[in-house]
């Protein structure tokens, strides 16, 4: 390690070689190059920072949305499981019902009536439920990534005004709207 260093500083202090050495001429480094390249990559790498952005948050929504789906989906099954309790339970009191029936008892009936009927509505209030939910989360994740693509899109705009916006044209622009405001006819 030793010998390495002492090469560098022997090179840097042999100046008839001409081939090695620091330059401190700022215009003959390449460092206002670098500077504009640098900023340049910034300037447009901020475009593609900005579509990872909306890509993870629409990954992160889908994600919610898919779960709010899974969600649903075993509350389906769990619906069906109980669905098919009172199927098997409504096979049962269709049998008594059978016996009953026979001996003119109404009361099975209107049991079964009732089960079925509950039944029913129970089912169709979930299906209701999972469909509202589903659609609310739809309409509130298009509506978060409506509003982001928006603000960066007015960000956008507003970086790209003032960056173009010099004090030349500032006044240039001013000039024309006080001539067209003064070639106006004011009516009272």
């Not at 389906?76 to 001996?103: C, F, P, S």
């Not at 099975?108 to 659609?135: C, D, F, M, V």
């Amino acid at each position: 390690m030793k010998n390495v260093t002492h090469s560098f500083v022997f090179l840097a202090h042999w100046p008839s070689a001409g081939s090695f050495g620091l330059n401190t001429n700022i215009l003959a480094t390449n460092l206002i190059n670098l500077t504009v390249v640098v900023g340049v990559l910034i300037f447009f790498g901020k475009g593609v920072c900005a579509s990872c952005l909306i890509k993870r948050l629409l990954d992160n929504r889908k994600q919610r949305i898919l779960g709010t789906i899974r969600n649903s989906e075993e509350l389906r099954r769990g619906t069906m499981e109980k669905l098919e309790k009172a199927r098997i339970r409504l096979q049962k009191v269709e049998l008594e019902a059978d016996e009953y029936q026979m001996n003119g008892y109404s009361d099975i009936e209107r049991e079964k009536t009732n089960l079925i009927n509950a039944t029913s509505i129970s089912l169709e209030q979930l299906e209701k439920s999972k469909n509202e939910t589903l659609y609310f989360e739809k309409q509130r994740a298009m509506n978060q990534v409506r509003q982001r693509v928006f603000q960066q899109a007015v960000q956008g705009a507003l970086g790209t005004l003032n960056s173009c916006l010099n004090t030349e044209l500032h006044f240039r622009t001013i000039r024309a709207n006080i001539g067209i405001l003064g070639s106006m006819e004011w009516k009272r």
